[in-house]
């Protein structure tokens, strides 16, 4: 067993200890402040240049995305650095909110040079040619209550069944006698998959469970859509101004809201708005709705919501599914509808719910999105409005425009598919380096106060469960019939049970919310939709890792520096990875071992007095890690 100190320069190769680099965009010595501004922030740039290459001016070059337009800075020799190199630097201030991408130039005797990056040194975009640069508008402000908690994901159907009686559910569903098994996957007669068969999970049976919820610490809970729909997921929504009748009323999700404000959680709605369910009293292609819809009618008052290419059956719809027509985002009486002062957005919080999750919000025109925060924000000021999408939002292109999510003006955050894909590859034999880079770029280029609210997650209803991912056989291009039959072996499950902790971990500690996909703690397993969203199985937990997901709900409601502490990374290497969070009043060190086999590490004295609250404690400067096995250590400031 070889010892390995964590802290050393080669620990971590994004690391500024050997002062190699031209320039780093993440160390405070060459850009302050680092990561995204508000307007009108003055930022220092400063450059490393060989004095061998006899520079006689340099420049920095500013690039505004929207417009095009460049701006050259000229830089000025400040001081040497070292024997062999001399520091040049600038200020420049960006004016208004926006993308930016510089560069800077150097004119030597070998001619004009551009600079470049030193090893790990930070966000390249582009091709590698320049580094980026988020600003926000100065009043941008995200919800403060739910940085620092845990948020929990619900799909309605299969979490929990109260048993209560239900009015007015369409004869048409297909209802399980009982709670649990396989979700129904297979085409009918007329090869179409209509999930159409249900559990009967209600609101009522999530209130029921509300004080299991309080056991892991949860502070938010993430519900799936509630509104009336014809399938068991709900996003083709029929009537967004009523709850489904198989999951209650309007009144049991006041009930709800109020209930869990009692135990001091809160309750995040999904906002289907880009499409509608053709099954809709909107559309109403089958008819099942007395008045005339858009399919029905051209005098329909939802006619002008939809896209038509030829009435009634040719028609823009979501990924050329027939049973989702796609909403006119631009029409009035459609924005009015989902917007207004009495529109879906605000009647819904007005009931009780605390902020929306805003389904495929890449397809959401982006003044639709800021006149859907302005509602928001005017019912409740500290309403959340969190975005699906899966890639970098901060330069995310849709549709070939660049969107404007994180500006000031439309998403607080989004679902944080990035540190998904980081955790998951590192633990699954990715490069570590790669994976803390993927870390480290989102964090470079989000606001702060998007960061915090960040939901962190490790599996969804639209992703594998999270412990096959980690241990089962790649699901591939294999097909539905192989992913039902397909479950984890003994061993693989043995394995993917000590990677969830791992996982869970990382989950809890890198910056932003954890977001539980629930069952996730209960070791439920599944390829992708539908057999991700099983039922909750309730009585046969397994018991170790809901308790380990307990201890870390204390964890963030104990640790100060999990809030909006800073991320430093100190090893990125080989079986392991460790970083720090730091708070005001305290500090907390995470270290992961992925390997098969044990490894120590040298974490210096300072930890030896730290509380281990996962895993082993450090014993004379040292932290002992067995094969896959994590730990963190909190040390009180």
């Known amino acids: 067993m070889g010892k390995e100190n964590i802290f050393s320069a080669s620990a971590f190769s994004g690391g500024s200890a050997g ?250 709605l999904d906002g289907v708005f880009n499409h509608t369910g053709s099954d809709s009293i909107y559309f109403n292609r089958k008819g099942r709705y007395p008045l005339k819809g858009a399919y029905q009618s051209k005098d329909s008052p939802y006619y002008p919501w939809y896209m038509f290419k030829k009435w009634p059956d040719e028609y823009s719809c979501w990924w050329n599914f027939e049973n989702l027509p796609a909403a006119d985002k631009g029409n009035p009486s459609y924005r009015d509808f989902i917007n207004g002062s009495d529109g879906v957005v605000r009647k819904w919080l007005r009931a009780g719910a605390s902020g929306w999750r805003l389904d495929v919000a890449d397809e959401l025109p982006d003044d639709f999105l800021e006149e859907l925060r302005a509602a928001a924000k005017a019912e409740k000021p500290d309403a959340a409005i969190i975005g699906e999408v899966w890639e970098d939002a901060s330069n995310k292109i849709a549709y070939g425009k660049r969107k404007r999510y994180f500006w000031g003006k439309e998403l607080d955050s989004v679902m944080n598919y990035p540190f998904r894909n980081a955790i998951l590859g590192y633990l699954t034999g990715e490069s570590a380096p790669d994976k803390m880079e993927e870390i480290l770029s989102i964090l470079e280029n989000y606001p702060p106060q998007t960061v915090r609210c960040l939901m962190n997650n490790i599996g969804t209803h639209d992703t594998e469960r999270a412990i096959t991912a ?30 969830m902790r791992l996982a869970s971990l990382m989950q809890f500690t890198l910056p932003g919310v954890p977001c539980i996909y629930y069952g996730d703690e209960a070791g439920m397993e599944g390829y992708k939709d539908p057999f991700n969203r099983g039922c909750y199985p309730w009585g046969n937990e397994n018991a170790g890792l809901l308790e380990w997901y307990r201890k870390l709900g204390r964890m963030r409601a104990e640790c100060d520096c999990l809030r909006e502490g800073t991320f430093i990374p100190v090893k990125a290497d080989g079986d392991i990875m460790a970083y720090i969070r730091h708070g005001t009043k305290d500090a907390l060190l995470c270290a992961f071992n992925r390997g098969n086999a044990e490894v120590e590490l040298h974490i210096g004295g300072q930890w030896n007095n730290a509380e281990s609250v996962a895993g082993p404690s450090a014993e004379e400067g040292n932290l002992v890690l067995p094969a896959l096995s994590c730990a963190a250590l909190l040390l009180h400031r």
């Open 19 to 268: 002062r190699l680099f031209m320039f780093d965009s993440r160390d405070s010595v060459f850009r302050s402040p680092v990561g995204a501004v508000a307007a009108g922030t003055s930022v220092s740039f400063k450059i490393v240049l060989p004095c061998g290459l006899h520079c006689s001016a340099a420049r920095l070059a500013v690039t505004n995305d929207a417009t095009g337009a460049e701006q050259c800075v000229e830089m000025c020799r400040c001081s040497t650095y070292g024997s062999r190199h001399e520091l040049w630097e600038c200020n420049y201030a960006p004016a208004r909110e926006g993308l930016y991408f510089y560069c800077f130039y150097a004119d030597t005797w070998r001619g004009t040079l551009p600079v470049k990056r030193g090893f790990g040194s930070g966000g390249e975009v582009n091709g590698g040619k320049q580094w980026q640069l988020t600003v926000y508008g100065n009043a941008f402000m995200t919800p403060g209550w739910l940085a620092g908690g845990v948020i929990y994901q619900i799909f309605p159907d299969r979490f929990c069944r109260s048993g209560e009686k239900k009015h007015g559910v369409p004869l048409d569903r297909i209802m399980h006698s009982s709670w649990g098994g396989q979700p129904g996957w297979e085409p009918d007669e007329h090869g179409e998959v209509t999930n159409n068969d249900y559990f009967g999970g209600d609101l009522r049976g999530i209130e029921q469970k509300l004080g299991y919820l309080k056991s892991l610490g949860v502070t938010c809970i993430y519900l799936n859509p509630i509104f009336e729909s014809h399938s068991n997921h709900r996003y083709d929504a029929a009537d967004y101004m009523k709850i489904d009748p198989l999951l209650g009323t309007e009144e049991d999700f006041r009930r709800l809201c109020r209930s869990a404000a009692k135990m001091g959680m809160r309750v995040m």
């Open 470 to 499: 980690l241990a089962g056989e790649p699901v591939g291009s294999h097909d539905k019939c192989w992913q039902s039959e397909t479950h984890l072996t003994q061993e693989q499950r043995t394995e993917g049970l000590l990677k």
